[in-house]
């Protein structure tokens, strides 16, 4: 059976609040009630809880917390972010198979999700966290017209649109770190790797990279001060399909937003409201020399205004530079 038929059962089902008969099934797809049935079958095996009445017929009842093609295929609404789709069980990394996607022609909005990876990494070479089975590891390529240095503000974007997430599908009270880290009572949930690849002053095409850790239930010992996952905080299992749906969802709406004036303008607002760092003591991680100053919230840049003892203030590009408490991460 084709793995695309089995998605437009799963949207069909999940596109209606009550039972769909057999017959609907069949006349929609033009398949027989034996293929429905074999349809429906695999996806009970798959873990999907299914109720079939007689004369009435089926009715989706829940979801498990599985990643697949369908699975991910049959939430989507989106028109761009998401709109085209790739899933690995396990990959090295999905930003460097984005990457590689946008090189052989893939379209702009395209989502590469994995549910493992074995390179992940972070910023400036460092590694990031990703076991199997428990939490989403997702790129998503752009191909913007907006000129290479206005890229950095994509990690902001999409900081933004992952917290709006998580706010809907957990109800957490959810930070965001500048630029480019989610945090929940203080220790780090998400983190997040935009990579451009550009021709002398124009974007070939950008790669966001998004890790959330959604179910993880421990940490390894070199992180477990500073991160945690969205089951630890919330004491319940989350579902990743619906996360990532919300995740582009939000997204694509941001993104619209942004690209109207290529800046934060549009949505300053909404990522100083979240930002954790607002009118707190930081201390600005800078290569060229440590510093600490209060942070007054972000620019339309995205850089985040830091005022320093001596009343100077900075605007702190994002580039290389991390930003911590004065007392600890956060
Ligand atoms: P910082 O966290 O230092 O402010 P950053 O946000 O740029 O900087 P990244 O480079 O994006 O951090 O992420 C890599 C770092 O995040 C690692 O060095 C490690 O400390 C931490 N880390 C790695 N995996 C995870 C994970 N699954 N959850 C939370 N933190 C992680």
């Not at 969205?230 to 004491?235: A, I, Q, V």
């Not at 707190?280 to 830091?306: C, F, N, W």
Request: with cysteine; glycine share 8%; net charge negative.
């Amino acid at each position: 059976m084709s793995s695309s038929r089995k998605t437009e059962v799963l949207q069909l089902l999940r596109s209606s609040n009550d039972y769909v008969s057999g017959q609907q099934i069949c006349e929609s797809f033009g398949i027989s009630r034996t293929a429905v049935w074999k349809i429906i079958n695999q996806l009970k095996d798959e873990g999907y809880e299914i109720e079939a009445v007689q004369n009435k017929g089926y009715f989706l009842s829940s979801a498990p917390d599985v990643l697949s093609l369908s699975e991910l295929k049959s939430r989507m609404k989106t028109k761009m972010a998401g709109s085209h789709l790739l899933y690995f069980d396990e990959i090295g990394s999905t930003n460097i198979e984005a990457k590689k996607q946008a090189e052989n022609g893939a379209p702009n909005g395209l989502l590469v999700v994995a549910d493992k990876q074995n390179q992940g990494r972070g910023r400036r070479g460092r590694s990031w966290e990703s076991p199997a089975g428990m939490n989403i590891f997702m790129t998503i390529m752009l191909r913007p017209s907006f000129a290479p240095d206005k890229a950095s503000m994509i990690t902001l974007v999409m900081a933004v649109s992952v917290a709006q997430a998580i706010a809907d599908v957990t109800r957490l009270s959810v930070g965001i770190k500048w630029p480019n880290d989610i945090v929940v009572n203080k220790k780090k949930v998400v983190g997040i790797l935009t990579e451009l690849t550009t021709e002398t002053d124009y974007i070939q095409h950008l790669v966001c990279g998004v890790g959330i850790n959604v179910n993880q239930t421990d940490f390894p010992e070199a992180i477990a001060a500073t991160a945690t996952s969205l089951y630890l905080e919330s004491g319940r299992k989350i579902n990743r399909g619906e996360l990532i749906e919300k995740s582009m969802e939000h997204f694509e709406e941001n993104y619209e937003i942004f690209c109207k004036t290529e800046s934060m303008e549009g949505l300053i607002v909404d990522y100083n409201s979240l930002l954790v760092n607002k009118e707190a003591q930081v201390r600005v991680l800078d290569p060229k020399g440590e510093y600490d100053g209060i942070s007054h919230g972000i620019t339309e840049m995205g850089e985040l205004i830091v005022e320093k003892a001596d009343g100077t203030v900075e605007n702190v590009y994002a580039g290389e530079v991390s930003v911590r408490g004065i007392y600890g991460y956060v």
